[in-house]
C-alpha cells in the first residue's frame, strides 16, 4: 500500500507530531554543549572496530553440525524462501542483520549469542536466545514465530553459536546492536527526512518506499507498507532506525550522512504506515500507551493528516 499526501500538508502535520515528540524527551535531554552552532552533530565516528571476527565460512565443521549451521546461514539469507511458513512480508533476517549476521554495527548475531538469557523490557522477563529470536519473526518480519525447539530455530541457534565461536561469554561486545547516535539538537523533521529520502535512498526503495523486486526476487527491501516490518519491530524506534541508516545506508557508504539527516530520514521511514502491532488491544490510543510510550516511536501520532497505526493495511 502507498498513501499519496499532498506535499505542502504533509510537512505541516508531519511537523507538529515530530515537535511534540521532540518536545517529550529527545530535545530535553540533550546536553548542552553537544551540539554545534547551528544546531547539528558532527558527523559521528563509524560503527565501533570490533575486537572480534567471527570465523570464515571456510570454517564450517562437516557432518550434522555443519549442515545445521549451513541450514541457520540459509534461513537467515533467504528466510521467505527457506521458512515461508514463518514469515508475514518481504524482508529477509539478513536485510537488517548486514553481512549474513556477521557485521558489526548491524545487530551481529554473534554479539547477541553471547548475551542471552537476558532480561528484556520489551517482554518484563529474562528471555533465551530463541525467544529473541521469535521476537524478530513476530515483529520483524510479521509473522508466525516458529516453535521453540523447531527445526528452524535450532538452525538459526546454530548458526548463531557457531559465528561466536571463541567469544567470551556474557562480555558486551563491541559492535552490538545498532551505534547509538546522540540525541538530535533539533526535533527530527519529517519534511527534511523526505528530501533525504528522495536524494539518498529512492534511488533503490523506491520513491514510494515499496523496495524493487527483479525476477520475482525482492532486491531492495521495501520500507513501509503492507510488505514490511509491523508496528511492533525495534525498527520503529526512530533511535533503533537513525542508528542503522547511520551506519549502513545508503547500502555501501555507511556513516555517509550527518546525524541529523539519519534522525530526519529516520522519522520519515517511520512516519508512514505499515502492518498493526500484533499486541494491538483494539485501540490506537490504549496500544500506543501500553507499548510505545517513548519519544521513539511515531505510532499513534497524526503524521501528514494520517493517524498513524489506524487503519491497519492488511
Ligand atoms: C526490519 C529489520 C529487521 C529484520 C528483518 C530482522 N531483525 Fe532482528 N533485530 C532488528 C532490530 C531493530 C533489533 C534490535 C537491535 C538493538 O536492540 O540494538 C534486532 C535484534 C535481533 C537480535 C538480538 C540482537 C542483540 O544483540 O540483542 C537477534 C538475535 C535478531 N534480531 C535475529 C533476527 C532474525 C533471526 C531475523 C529473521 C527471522 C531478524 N532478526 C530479522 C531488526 C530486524
Ligand atoms: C544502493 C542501494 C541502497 C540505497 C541507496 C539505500 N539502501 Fe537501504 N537497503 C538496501 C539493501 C540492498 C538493503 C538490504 C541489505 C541486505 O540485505 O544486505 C537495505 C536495507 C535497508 C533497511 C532495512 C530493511 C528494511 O526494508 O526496512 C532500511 C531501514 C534501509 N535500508 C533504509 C535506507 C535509507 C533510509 C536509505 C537512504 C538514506 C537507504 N536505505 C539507501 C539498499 C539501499
New binding site residues.
Partial sequence: MSRREPPRRAGMAAAAALRALAGAAIVASVSAGSATANGAFAAGPPPAATAFRPPPETAIPAGPLGREIRLGETIFRHTGTAAPHFVGND??C???H??GGRLAGAAPLWAAWVAFPAYRSKTHQVNTFGERLQGCFHYSMNGTPPPLGSPVLVALEAYSAWLAHGAPTGARLAGRGYPHLPKPAAAPDYARGAA??RQ??A???GADGQ?RRAGGQV?????WGDR??NWGAG?TSIAN?AG??KA??????GGS?TDR??WD??AF?DGHERPQDPRFTGSVAQTRAKFHASPYSMYGLTVAGHLLGAPAPK
Avoid: E, T
Avoid at 532486491?219 to 520500507?223: D, H
Avoid at 549502513?248 to 557508504?253: A, C, K, R, S, T
Fill in positions: 524482508l529477509r539478513s536485510n537488517c548486514l553481512d533525504v529520502f539518498h535512498c534511488f533503490c526503495h523496495g532486491v531492495f527491501p521495501p520500507l514490511s516490518y525498527m532506525a542503522f541508516i549502513n545506508m545508503p547500502l555501501g557508504l550522512l539527516q539519519a530520514v529516520a521511514v
